[in-house]
């Protein structure tokens, strides 16, 4: 089935989840992961979705990022019903994901990595690696780390490279799973601040899923989710 | 542009893991460079070889149709009653005879007939006739002459019917209806050594063999009268025009002790001339050898179907030359079997070690998979890159196999045409050493399907345009089949599973 483009009408919530359920497939058919989830994200805010393990904090991440689809209720960006959007198109141009894996490519350069998330989402720009460039100094890297391969960066230079790459098609929102997992207190610091800053001066919607009582604490909203015991 | 600009990076950025599917397919393609140099060059051989000595069709005797008759007239078992009677195997006998005395003796008519013919691209025939002289003296010790003989040596003609008139006769009288005809002159067996032959094929002309001119003291310009045994009315007076020698070989192979050549007794003239002898006596036995050109090798079936439609009788069958020639090519055919063979075997293996070296790899790719298709990727654009990735791979392996094979395919068929011909000499040998004889010292030049003489011992399998254009076909068929490993695991990977291992 053809999928509609994403309409570019400006709505109230750039995000809105509507009774959103879902449990894997081969679940009892009341074991739900998520039940009846209705939250909203603004742009310009900063999220924070804290919960325990198994309380289905990823799993949400994944139906909001399009990269899961079996799930009840509605999930609406910018308007439009996500069933009615190419995925493939929103994931490369209007969102951003920040893993807490970095999921960068490790036979690429830091800017090769920036480049290819350009090119997938098919942006004008006339300069690229200059934009890559650029990218990389707005989130703290050094010029001179572009041409390095990701794995020859630290943990925290490589999670730096992942949020320059979600930005570098200039989408509406950032969603980071764990962003700060892997990272020292330092470190993590400094990832929250580049992206309090993205939703704060760049008008993102930022939405963070985590564990971390830090990271909670410095969202505009925090939304906790608890674990379906039936 | 994009494909092609990731394609490139992941190939350069991943020697390692492109070199080893490289060298799988630059082996392949030099194994498959060299077949279809080997296979190309022989069949181009072969072509010409068949095209230089043409398809010829003759006309003979169907012996087997012979046998099944002979079967019917066998005299009955003691305990059986069902067999036929001595007046009915009789009759039998006297039909068959009847059918084939009347069958061998073509007409002029149903040769034009025969030759009018899609198939064939040019045709012509000898008459042959036995007649008497009173003013020669024949070569008494040379093979006798017969109304059914033929007359030559080219006995691919309706010879040895069954029970056939054979009234003996001093002189065969061969008449051609034209110059290309004359096989014998143009294989070399009869050369002219004084005068020439007549080119006005409807002149009372004719040559003789030196050994019946020297015997009558004859000479060019003079002439000689021959007549019809059963009519002495029925004369005709020729001059001779050119005198020939038979070359040695065919002497020993064919004359055995005789102190004269076959041919010693045979007059040759043209059909002008035998068909005044036949307008004036409709009873004198003439045998008719057509001999047809045929347009190519594969028309000799329908050929064959053609004449038979037309009214060739059951007792006659139509002969090629083809096993001869094939003959001639059978070490090269051989060699050219072998690397189809080989060709076949390094495909289906080539083919499959390439698709789960690319399954293995696509494994090993399975995060990279996850990564793009999270950040965006259409599945349709991952699997292009990667069928693009190992284009690219191929054509480069495909490129350096063809010219490694380009200059070890011509020592690579020499050494098995060499090896092809050793093998064959060998047979020749045994076959040979079972007469007691050298190789060298007998004639088995085709006997029981051994070959001794071989048109080639040399193939010049070189890698051009079309091997190449084969190759490269045969390079994107591999790629494509290798490619469905990555095309289905791009569909089949979930990028948030993928992740999700990953994590």
């Known amino acids: 089935m053809k999928k509609n483009k994403i309409e570019d009408k400006k709505s109230e919530n750039v995000l809105t989840l509507s009774n959103v359920s879902y449990r894997y497939y081969d679940a009892e058919p009341d074991e739900y992961v998520l039940k009846d989830i209705s939250l909203t994200f603004d742009e310009g805010k900063t999220y924070a979705i804290r919960g325990r393990s198994g309380s289905g904090k990823t799993t949400l991440l994944s139906l909001i990022s399009g990269l899961e689809t079996t799930y009840e209720g509605d999930i609406i960006y910018r308007g439009t019903n996500l069933r009615k959007i190419d995925l493939d198109e929103y994931r490369s141009r209007d969102i951003g994901i920040v893993f807490q894996s970095y999921n960068l490519l490790p036979h690429l350069t830091a800017v090769e990595n920036i480049i290819l998330s350009m090119d997938i989402s098919k942006i004008n720009v006339e300069d690229k690696r200059k934009k890559a460039l650029d990218l990389m100094e707005s989130v703290g890297l050094k010029r001179e780390q572009g041409d390095r391969r990701v794995l020859k960066l630290s943990g925290g230079e490589q999670q730096r490279v992942a949020i320059a790459r979600s930005l570098s098609y200039n989408p509406n929102m950032i969603i980071a799973d764990e962003p700060t997992g892997n990272l020292d207190k330092e470190t993590e610091d400094e990832i929250l601040q580049i992206l309090t800053r993205l939703a704060h001066d760049e008008n993102k919607c930022v939405i963070i899923v985590t564990h971390s009582k830090n990271v909670a604490e410095i969202v505009d909203v925090c939304y906790e989710l608890k674990k379906n015991d039936k | ?503």
């Not at chain 2, 009653?81 to 073509?106: V, W």
């Not at chain 2, 069958?317 to 076949?344: C, K, M, R, W």
């Open chain 2, 1 to 503: 542009m994009t494909i092609l600009k990731n394609a490139w990076l992941s190939i350069t950025r991943n020697k390692g893991r492109n070199v080893q599917i490289g060298i799988i397919i630059m082996v392949i393609a030099i194994g498959t460079s060299v077949a279809l140099a080997i296979r190309n060059s022989a069949k181009s051989l072969i072509d010409s070889y068949e095209d230089q000595y043409e398809i010829e069709a003759t006309i003979g005797v169907n012996r087997d149709t012979m046998k099944e008759n002979m079967k019917d007239m066998a005299p009955p078992s003691t305990d059986s009653s069902s067999g036929s009677t001595s007046t009915e195997r009789s009759e039998k006998m006297d039909d068959m005879r009847s059918a084939f005395s009347e069958a061998s003796n073509l007409t002029v008519d149903e040769i034009n007939s025969y030759g009018d013919s899609d198939y064939v691209k040019s045709y012509y025939y000898s008459l042959s006739v036995g007649l008497d002289s009173s003013s020669l003296t024949k070569a008494s010790s040379s093979s006798s002459s017969t109304t059914n003989a033929g007359g030559n040596n080219n006995s691919k003609g309706m010879t040895g019917g069954p029970g056939t008139e054979t009234s003996t006769t001093d002189f065969t009288l061969v008449g051609y209806s034209s110059i290309s005809a004359m096989s014998d002159f143009v294989s070399g067996n009869y050369t002219i050594t004084d005068g020439s032959v007549s080119d006005d094929l409807t002149s009372n002309t004719c040559v003789i063999n030196e050994e019946l001119a020297t015997l009558n003291n004859l000479s060019v310009g003079d002439t000689i009268t021959l007549y019809d045994s059963d009519s002495t009315t029925n004369t005709i007076t020729l001059t001779i025009t050119g005198i020939f020698s038979e070359n040695d070989s065919s002497e020993s192979s064919s004359s055995g002790m005789s102190m004269f050549t076959s041919s010693a007794n045979t007059i040759i003239t043209n059909t002008n001339v035998i068909t005044t002898l036949t307008n004036k006596d409709s009873s004198l036995k003439v045998t008719t050898t057509p001999t047809f050109i045929l347009t190519s090798k594969d028309d000799i079936d329908a050929f064959t179907s053609e004449v038979e439609s037309k009214g060739l009788s059951s007792y006659l069958t139509v002969s090629t030359n083809l096993d001869q020639i094939e003959s001639s090519t059978e070490t090269i055919s051989n060699v050219s079997g072998f690397a189809l063979t080989f060709l076949i075997v390094i495909l289906i293996i080539g083919g499959i070690v390439l698709f789960v070296i690319n399954m293995i790899n696509i494994r090993e790719r399975k995060y990279e998979i996850g990564v793009l298709r999270t950040i965006g990727m259409k599945k349709s654009t991952l699997t292009l890159q990667f069928i693009c990735e190992l284009s690219i791979v191929s054509i480069v392996a495909l490129i350096v196999g063809a010219i490694i094979g380009a200059s070890v395919s011509i020592p690579v068929s020499n050494a098995l045409l060499a090896n092809e011909i050793s093998s064959q000499s060998n047979k020749t040998s045994e076959v040979a050493s079972n007469f007691g004889m050298d190789k060298q010292n007998g004639n088995f030049d085709h006997v029981n399907g051994v070959a001794n003489t071989q048109a080639f011992d040399s193939i010049n399998a070189v890698v051009d345009i079309k091997v190449l254009a084969e190759l490269l076909l045969i390079g994107l068929l591999l790629t494509i089949i290798s490619s469905i490993a990555a095309l289905v695991s791009i569909q089949r990977f979930s990028p948030l599973t993928i992740l999700k291992e990953r994590s």
